[in-house]
């Protein structure tokens, strides 16, 4: 369990002596400024508990802990001050969410019980967020793994959506990206609700009538709906209403709500859903961004610029056995029988469902011996596996 304490204070000597009283009891870290504190954050966290004082020159306590809460929200924070004033608590309450509020000078036993119940919290906080982001997860999952048997040409593109929305999450600080995730693998749910004809006509990228594209554009309302029902989904269910909401209110559903009032994930979902439908249709990474960064309105400029970012990310293709592929490859080229039926399309990413039918279906039918596949560079290979561990 993550015992690990900040103290941030102006004060050296009331360090040394809560580093001295404490340290059986707590991994202690101090830092004297909240300047400070944050680059400990930054380069030593995470921290089950913070605790700082409130009068501090440059930064005070309350503006620490509201960029504590903004980057690192699962720490539980604690304020300390001399100060007893109402205006004091409200700021701490206000801007940093603060757990406990605590008057100076504090008895070291009392402290302690503060620091105690604030690590409690902390696990509490992250306990639920492992069992809604891996268990809940890996339910929905299971539901779009099975979905994407039934209508793989919908439920194809989840894995690829999802991936690049994981990547965008962990590139924005100080953001828990697995209601996005989730949202990444339900997004079509609601296709289901449309009929046949007029998903082969948008998968050819023909063009629909008004009536054809309204109905089409319910699709969302319709997951929506659906993910509602399943408890603590209600964000996610939201993220999956506004998928279709552009940066500038236009689009569908058709209301007030535009920029920074659309979920954030909404945000990236637009965007990413965009941006496979041009890789989809043959258009090149750097290119589909191109196209997409051309269109005045439509995305959030932050998110728009981190896709920017991750498309320049360096790749090498591998020419493999069809025996050799694994869970999570993405293929670079058709998976096709011998007779040249495609059983996998070029942009799709395996699953170990997939891995496991594919060989079933080698059983009785001959397949190419060789796939494409497209992988991280071995440096990037490299930071990416540094970063997991």
């Given at each position: ?235 996610v269910a939201r993220i999956v209403a506004y998928q279709g909401k552009a940066f500038d209110g236009s689009g569908y559903p058709k209301d007030e ?133």
């Amino acid at each position: 369990m993550n015992k690990r304490v900040l103290f941030v204070d102006d004060d050296p000597n009331l360090l040394s002596g809560i580093r001295r009283h404490l340290r059986k009891h707590f991994e202690i870290q101090t830092a004297t400024s909240g300047a400070e504190g944050l680059l400990i954050l930054e380069d030593c966290g995470p921290f089950a508990v913070i605790v700082s004082d409130m009068q501090m020159p440059e930064m005070n306590g309350a503006q620490f802990l509201s960029e504590v809460r903004r980057k690192h929200r699962d720490s539980t924070r604690i304020m300390l001050t001399g100060d007893a004033g109402q205006k004091t608590a409200i700021d701490a309450v206000n801007c940093g969410e603060v757990f406990r509020f605590a008057n100076k000078p504090c008895p070291i036993e009392k402290l302690r019980e503060l620091v105690e119940s604030g690590i409690e919290q902390y696990r509490l906080v992250t306990a639920e967020k492992t069992i809604l982001s891996k268990t809940l997860g890996g339910s929905v999952g299971v539901l779009t793994e099975i979905l994407s048997l039934s209508n793989p040409k919908a439920f194809g593109r989840t894995a690829r959506v999802r991936a690049l929305a994981k990547k965008i999450c962990d590139r924005l600080s100080g953001f828990d990206g697995w209601e996005v995730e989730l949202a990444a693998m339900l997004f079509p749910v609601g296709y289901l609700s449309v009929p046949e004809s007029i998903l082969d006509r948008i998968n050819k990228g023909e063009v629909l009538s008004a009536s054809e594209q309204e109905q089409f554009d319910r699709h969302a309302t319709v997951g929506s709906n659906l993910i509602n029902r399943i408890p603590r989904l209600q964000s996610v269910a939201r993220i999956v209403a506004y998928q279709g909401k552009a940066f500038d209110g236009s689009g569908y559903p058709k209301d007030e709500v535009s920029e920074a009032a659309i979920p954030i994930g909404a945000r990236i979902l637009k965007l990413l859903i965009d941006f496979d439908a041009l890789l989809q249709s043959g258009v090149e990474e750097n290119r589909a961004a191109a196209i997409l960064s051309g269109r005045s309105g439509h995305y959030d400029p932050e998110i728009l610029e981190e896709l920017n970012a991750i498309v320049g990310v360096d790749f090498v293709i591998r020419e493999i056995p069809v025996t050799d592929l694994e869970d999570g490859m993405l293929l670079e080229s058709n998976l096709c029988t011998m007779e040249g039926e495609v059983l996998l399309a070029k942009g799709r990413y395996v699953s170990a469902v997939i891995v496991e039918r594919l060989h079933d279906f080698m059983r009785t039918r001959a397949v190419r011996k060789t796939v494409q596949v497209r992988e991280l560079s071995p440096m990037e290979a490299v930071v990416t596996s540094s970063e997991t561990r």
